[in-house]
């Protein structure tokens, strides 16, 4: 029996860059059009700022957008569905349909965003659906600790606001919802991404036929978080079976000069299988099931994160050997073959989310929220290339410390510490 080694995978061959034709309307909507033959399916996402609206009105602006029968009808009919979501950031409409059924999605499409019909049969079941939904995340000890983590990190902004509740929804109504639609869904500041076998040139045609006439607005723009305060809390949930810990520590952009040797680091301290905490927490002392680091980024914060979910009683063990390892990631510097396993799996991991339509499309949308030209792709293998081992330490010292961390640990406190009563 062979045991198998990431090193002996050979490199992949140069990445292949979407070729992407773009477009701005007149209206202020950028227009992302890419062909991919693979599949004849269309894949489409719309995305359109919505900072600071009221959030259970945006819950509900989003479900009823996605769940009226007479739009699913009609995206059925065409091989295809819709659906929509919302965060502080944005909201999203995005589907898949027949490549040969483009015109008519968009023109479905059109008319969602310029003339919904919110009917009022229908707003009740959104609201329904939308308390019963947030009911279930409000009993998730996933949720509580996601929110209070959240909340520590940035306070009142709209990123730490916890989600709305139950009553929040019952008490907004359907006339709010029409209001916002009508104030915020709107051209200006949104992009409009379409992958799929279809020609760009004649795709991003269709778009001006279907949505040139979509009126712009005012865009209002996501005041950036507080300063950061590193801080550790913890929130006190007695008859809880495991603790759950969660990190956060700033990170820069992805454009920044040190971000492929941070991320480089991030994959080796606990970014995949093979990363430092997994062997320690997992393979090791079989504390827990999936330790795991990642970046995370939105349009105004960029952390690195760490998350643990551990059985009560090797709590305070667990949460000791995270701050080691991050600890060690200064103190025994990377070496060579880690730098290139994990070095490996980043650049395969790109290729493999380009190699779905699905997959493309989402990338294209988060190049295109952060302001990155499809040109940057095309950069990435040789950026992590160039990154030495001095520079994943020097990343690490900078960015993936407890000192600098927002620490969050959710737990039967009585329990976990139990020496500390």
């Given at each position: 029996m062979t045991t198998f080694d990431l090193l002996d995978v050979p490199t992949p061959g140069p990445l292949r860059v979407p070729a992407v034709h773009e477009r701005t309307l007149g209206n202020g909507l950028r227009v992302l059009a890419t062909r991919r033959t693979s599949t004849p399916l269309a894949?489409?996402?719309?995305?359109?700022?919505f900072a600071h609206a009221d959030p259970a009105a945006a819950v509900l602006l989003a479900g009823a957008l996605s769940d009226s029968s007479r739009v699913q009808d009609r995206a059925r009919a065409?091989?295809?569905?819709?659906s929509a979501a919302v965060d502080a950031d944005r909201l999203r409409v995005a589907g898949s349909v027949l490549a040969d059924q483009l015109p008519d999605f968009l023109a479905l499409l059109g008319e969602v965003v310029t003339d919904p019909a919110y009917p009022a049969d229908e707003f009740g079941l959104a609201v329904d659906t939308a308390v019963q939904g947030t009911i279930g995340v409000l009993a998730s000890p996933v949720h509580h600790v996601a929110e209070a983590l959240n909340t520590r990190m940035f306070g009142d902004h709209p990123y730490g606001l916890p989600i709305p509740r139950p009553e929040d929804f019952r008490r907004t109504s359907r006339d709010a919802v029409r209001a916002l639609h009508a104030e915020r869904v709107r051209p200006s500041g949104a992009g409009l991404v379409l992958a799929g076998d279809f020609d760009p040139v004649a795709a991003s045609d269709l778009v001006e036929h279907a949505l040139g006439g979509w009126r712009p607005g005012p865009e209002v723009p996501m005041r950036p978080p507080g300063p950061w305060v590193p801080g550790r809390s913890i929130v006190d949930e007695p008859g809880l079976?495991?603790?759950l810990l969660r990190m956060a520590m700033p990170a820069p952009r992805y454009d920044a000069t040190d971000y492929p040797a941070l991320a480089l680091a991030a994959m080796v301290f606990g970014g995949y299988f093979s990363s430092r905490l997994v062997q320690n927490i997992?393979?090791?002392k079989g504390f827990s099931y999936s330790p795991r680091s990642t970046?995370?980024?939105?349009?105004?914060a960029h952390l690195a994160t760490v998350s643990l979910d551990v059985v009560t009683a090797n709590t305070a063990a667990a949460v000791e050997e995270v701050h080691a390892e991050l600890t060690r990631m200064?103190?025994?510097?990377v070496t060579p073959p880690e730098l290139d396993?994990?070095?490996?799996?980043a650049v395969g991991t790109l290729r493999l989310r380009l190699a779905t339509l699905t997959g493309l499309a989402a990338t294209l949308c988060e190049l295109d929220l952060h302001g990155l030209p499809v040109a940057w792709l095309a950069g990435h293998d040789a950026r992590l290339a160039a990154v030495t081992p001095d520079e994943v330490t020097a990343a690490a010292r900078e960015y993936l410390t407890p000192e600098k961390a927002v620490t969050v640990l959710l737990c039967d406190e009585k329990r976990a510490y139990p020496a500390a009563r």
């Open positions: 894949e489409v996402c719309l995305s359109v700022p065409m091989g295809g569905g819709l079976p495991q603790s997992r393979e090791e970046l995370l980024h939105v349009a105004q200064t103190d025994r510097p396993r994990a070095r490996r799996y």
